[in-house]
Nanobody, 126 residues
Framework: QVQLVESGGGLVQAGGSLRLICAAS????????MGWLRQAPGKEREFVAA????????YYADSVKGRFTISRDNAKNMVYLQMNSLKPEDTAVYYC???????????????????WGQGTQVTVSS
Protein backbone atom coordinates (compact mmCIF):
# COMPACT_ATOMS: atom_id res chain seq x y z
CA GLN A 1 0.00 0.00 0.00
CA VAL A 2 1.26 3.46 -0.94
CA GLN A 3 -0.15 6.78 0.14
CA LEU A 4 0.72 9.87 -1.88
CA VAL A 5 0.43 13.53 -0.95
CA GLU A 6 1.15 16.29 -3.46
CA SER A 7 2.14 19.88 -2.78
CA GLY A 8 3.68 22.79 -4.61
CA GLY A 9 0.86 23.79 -6.91
CA GLY A 10 -0.27 27.36 -7.29
CA LEU A 11 -0.74 30.30 -9.61
CA VAL A 12 2.08 31.39 -11.88
CA GLN A 13 2.43 33.58 -14.93
CA ALA A 14 3.18 32.13 -18.32
CA GLY A 15 6.90 31.52 -18.70
CA GLY A 16 7.32 30.93 -14.98
CA SER A 17 8.26 27.83 -13.02
CA LEU A 18 6.82 25.61 -10.32
CA ARG A 19 8.05 22.50 -8.57
CA LEU A 20 5.55 19.89 -7.55
CA ILE A 21 6.42 17.58 -4.70
CA CYS A 22 4.95 14.20 -3.91
CA ALA A 23 5.56 12.60 -0.53
CA ALA A 24 5.01 8.85 -0.42
CA SER A 25 4.48 6.51 2.50
CA UNK A 26 5.81 2.99 2.76
CA UNK A 27 9.15 1.28 3.20
CA UNK A 28 9.32 -0.16 -0.31
CA UNK A 29 9.12 3.10 -2.21
CA UNK A 30 11.91 2.22 -4.63
CA UNK A 31 9.98 -0.75 -6.01
CA UNK A 32 7.39 1.60 -7.49
CA UNK A 33 7.55 3.51 -10.70
CA MET A 34 6.15 6.98 -10.18
CA GLY A 35 4.27 9.19 -12.55
CA TRP A 36 2.47 12.47 -12.87
CA LEU A 37 -0.83 12.79 -14.68
CA ARG A 38 -2.99 15.88 -15.09
CA GLN A 39 -6.54 16.84 -15.86
CA ALA A 40 -7.64 20.21 -17.15
CA PRO A 41 -11.22 21.48 -16.81
CA GLY A 42 -13.45 19.89 -19.42
CA LYS A 43 -10.66 17.70 -20.75
CA GLU A 44 -9.66 14.11 -20.35
CA ARG A 45 -6.93 13.11 -17.97
CA GLU A 46 -3.50 12.88 -19.64
CA PHE A 47 -0.09 11.50 -18.90
CA VAL A 48 2.71 13.95 -18.08
CA ALA A 49 5.85 12.11 -16.95
CA ALA A 50 7.09 8.92 -15.32
CA UNK A 51 10.24 7.66 -13.64
CA UNK A 52 11.41 4.14 -12.92
CA UNK A 53 11.86 2.79 -9.42
CA UNK A 54 15.57 3.58 -9.17
CA UNK A 55 15.25 6.78 -11.13
CA UNK A 56 17.31 5.57 -14.08
CA UNK A 57 14.62 5.82 -16.76
CA UNK A 58 12.28 8.73 -17.40
CA TYR A 59 9.52 9.24 -19.93
CA TYR A 60 7.63 12.38 -20.91
CA ALA A 61 4.61 13.40 -22.87
CA ASP A 62 5.56 15.29 -26.02
CA SER A 63 3.70 18.35 -24.76
CA VAL A 64 6.07 18.79 -21.79
CA LYS A 65 9.32 17.35 -23.11
CA GLY A 66 12.17 19.80 -22.66
CA ARG A 67 10.20 21.90 -20.15
CA PHE A 68 9.38 19.47 -17.33
CA THR A 69 11.75 17.23 -15.38
CA ILE A 70 10.71 14.36 -13.16
CA SER A 71 13.05 13.14 -10.44
CA ARG A 72 12.95 11.17 -7.21
CA ASP A 73 14.80 10.80 -3.94
CA ASN A 74 14.28 7.26 -2.67
CA ALA A 75 15.98 8.01 0.63
CA LYS A 76 13.28 10.57 1.35
CA ASN A 77 10.35 8.85 -0.39
CA MET A 78 9.84 11.90 -2.55
CA VAL A 79 9.09 12.55 -6.21
CA TYR A 80 9.42 15.91 -7.89
CA LEU A 81 8.15 17.53 -11.05
CA GLN A 82 10.09 20.63 -12.03
CA MET A 83 8.00 22.63 -14.47
CA ASN A 84 9.66 25.42 -16.43
CA SER A 85 8.46 27.67 -19.24
CA LEU A 86 4.90 27.11 -18.14
CA LYS A 87 2.08 27.77 -20.58
CA PRO A 88 -1.61 28.49 -19.96
CA GLU A 89 -2.39 25.08 -21.45
CA ASP A 90 -0.47 23.49 -18.56
CA THR A 91 -3.28 24.60 -16.25
CA ALA A 92 -4.71 21.47 -14.63
CA VAL A 93 -4.96 19.41 -11.51
CA TYR A 94 -1.76 17.39 -11.26
CA TYR A 95 -1.83 13.93 -9.72
CA CYS A 96 1.08 11.98 -8.32
CA UNK A 97 0.73 8.27 -9.00
CA UNK A 98 2.54 5.01 -8.30
CA UNK A 99 2.58 1.63 -9.96
CA UNK A 100 4.77 -1.42 -9.48
CA UNK A 101 5.18 -1.79 -13.25
CA UNK A 102 6.96 1.04 -15.09
CA UNK A 103 5.72 -0.31 -18.42
CA UNK A 104 2.19 0.66 -17.44
CA UNK A 105 3.23 4.29 -17.90
CA UNK A 106 4.87 3.92 -21.29
CA UNK A 107 2.46 1.62 -23.05
CA UNK A 108 -0.23 2.76 -25.43
CA UNK A 109 -3.30 4.35 -23.96
CA UNK A 110 -3.79 6.34 -20.77
CA UNK A 111 -1.91 4.88 -17.81
CA UNK A 112 -4.06 3.57 -14.98
CA UNK A 113 -1.69 3.45 -12.02
CA UNK A 114 -2.57 1.60 -8.86
CA UNK A 115 -2.13 4.51 -6.46
CA TRP A 116 -3.12 8.18 -6.69
CA GLY A 117 -2.69 11.30 -4.65
CA GLN A 118 -5.47 13.81 -4.11
CA GLY A 119 -4.10 16.22 -6.70
CA THR A 120 -2.72 19.73 -6.63
CA GLN A 121 -3.96 22.64 -8.74
CA VAL A 122 -1.60 24.39 -11.14
CA THR A 123 -2.88 27.55 -12.80
CA VAL A 124 -0.86 29.39 -15.43
CA SER A 125 -2.07 32.85 -16.34
CA SER A 126 -1.42 34.42 -19.71
Amino acid sequence: QVQLVESGGGLVQAGGSLRLICAASGRTFSRYAMGWLRQAPGKEREFVAAISGRGVITYYADSVKGRFTISRDNAKNMVYLQMNSLKPEDTAVYYCTADDNYNNYVGSGLPRPDYWGQGTQVTVSS
